[in-house]
C-alpha cells in the first residue's frame, strides 16, 4: 500500500522560510523513474506545482517560484523535504506530497497523493 | 513557460448529460496531459494519463483525447458522483504546470 503524508508547521509568519516534510512508503525513491514532489492550492484556487525531486536526484522547480525553493530527499528514511523562503500571506495554501510515476519511460502522472497540510501565513 | 487554459471554466449539467471539457495548451505537448477530479474538500485523484489512457479503477465513461496543443476530458453519462473541479496537467519536458480548472456543478 502506498502512502505519502506532509508534516510541517501549520502557521508560519510572513518572511519566514517553511520547511515541509514527506514522508512515504509502499515504494522506494531508489526505483529508476521515481519521483516524489510538492503541489500546493490556495483556499478556493486552483493546483499549482512547486517542486519535483527524481530517483537520480535531479530536481526541478516551478519556473515562477525557482528562486524560493530547495527540495532534498533522504531515501534511507522515506522522505522528502521541501523549503520556501521569504513567506508572504499569499503563500497561505494546502502543500500536496505526490508520487511520479512514469509508464513506458515516458509517460508521468502523479498517480498517489498525501492528505495535505494547510499552511497558514499570518503574523 | 507553457501555460495550460482550460474552457469552460464552470459548467453546469444535469445527470446523464455527456459533457466535455477543453485543455489547450499554448505549445505542443504531444500527448504527455493528464486529468485529475477532485471533489470539494478533497485530495485530487488521478483520471487519465498519456491524454487518453484511463488510470486503473476509473469508471469508463471518463475518456480522454488529443495531441499536440488541444485535448479533451469527456464523461459520457454523468452521474452525481461526478460533480467536482477537473485539471488538465501537462507533463512535458520535466515541467508539470496544471491548468486552472473546471469547476462542473449539478443543475
Known amino acids: 500500500q502506498i502512502t505519502l503524508k506532509e508534516s510541517g508547521p501549520t502557521l508560519v509568519k510572513p518572511t519566514q522560510t517553511l520547511t515541509l516534510t514527506c514522508t512515504f512508503s509502499?515504494?522506494?525513491?531508489?526505483?529508476?523513474?521515481?519521483?516524489v514532489g510538492w503541489i500546493r492550492q490556495p483556499p478556493g484556487k486552483a493546483l499549482e506545482w512547486l517542486a519535483l525531486?527524481?530517483?537520480?536526484?535531479?530536481?526541478r522547480y516551478s519556473p515562477s517560484l525557482r528562486s524560493r525553493l530547495t527540495i532534498t530527499k533522504d531515501s534511507s528514511k522515506n522522505q522528502v523535504v521541501l523549503t520556501m523562503t521569504n513567506m508572504d500571506p499569499v503563500d497561505t495554501a494546502t502543500f500536496y506530497c505526490?508520487?511520479?510515476?512514469?509508464?513506458?519511460?515516458?509517460?508521468?502522472?502523479?498517480?498517489?497523493w498525501g492528505q495535505g497540510i494547510l499552511v497558514t501565513v499570518s503574523s | 513557460d507553457i501555460q495550460l487554459t482550460q474552457s469552460p471554466s464552470f459548467l453546469s449539467a444535469f445527470v446523464g448529460d455527456r459533457v466535455t471539457i477543453t485543455c489547450r495548451a499554448s505549445?505542443?505537448?504531444?500527448?504527455?496531459l493528464a486529468w485529475y477530479q477532485q471533489k470539494p474538500g478533497k485530495v485530487p485523484k488521478l483520471l487519465i494519463y498519456?491524454?487518453?489512457t484511463l488510470q486503473s479503477g476509473v469508471p469508463s465513461r471518463f475518456s480522454g483525447s488529443g495531441s499536440g496543443t488541444e485535448f479533451t476530458l469527456t464523461i459520457s453519462s454523468l452521474q452525481p458522483e461526478d460533480f467536482a473541479t477537473y485539471y488538465c496537467?501537462?507533463?512535458?519536458?520535466?515541467?508539470?504546470?496544471f491548468g486552472q480548472g473546471t469547476k462542473l456543478e449539478i443543475k
Open positions: 505526490v508520487r511520479r510515476q512514469t509508464v513506458l519511460s515516458s509517460f508521468d502522472m502523479f498517480d498517489y
Open positions: 509502499g515504494f522506494a525513491l531508489s526505483t529508476d523513474g521515481v519521483g
Open positions: 525531486i527524481y530517483w537520480n536526484d535531479d530536481k
Open positions: 505549445q505542443a505537448i504531444n500527448n504527455y
Open positions: 498519456a491524454a487518453s
Open positions: 496537467q501537462q507533463l512535458n519536458s520535466y515541467t508539470y504546470i
